[in-house]
């Protein structure tokens, strides 16, 4: 119980700091934010609780493909916000697009035989 505690407590920590560096450095925040902590904590949890190399070693894998189409929402929305779209539209359309992204990536890969 103390690990999910943990894990709750560090995610929410990250959160906090991105969004508060935000209100007084947007490029600071975002340094904080593109790091793969996410992915680091979980290597990190996987390790702690006994998770062998390989299956480590697959997830970060099967991450690094999977950062591709996550780009389409950092390129989309920034454009949409400054042809004036609304934000919630603009988050909105970003999201849908790179979730269309994701599952157009996860067949390319199946078809090309690579297990991500």
Known sequence: ???YTAKLLVSATVIVIVSELAKRNSMVAALVAALPLTSLIAF???HVEGAESERIAALSGQIGWL?????VLFILLPVLL?????????LASASLVTGLSY??????????????
């Open 44 to 46: 990190v949890w996987l």
């Open 103 to 116: 599952g157009g990536l996860l067949v390319l890969l199946r078809r090309l035989g690579v297990h991500a």
């Open 67 to 71: 950062v591709l189409p996550s780009l």
């Open 82 to 90: 400054r042809q004036g779209f609304g934000f919630w539209f603009s």
């Open 1 to 3: 119980m103390w690990q």
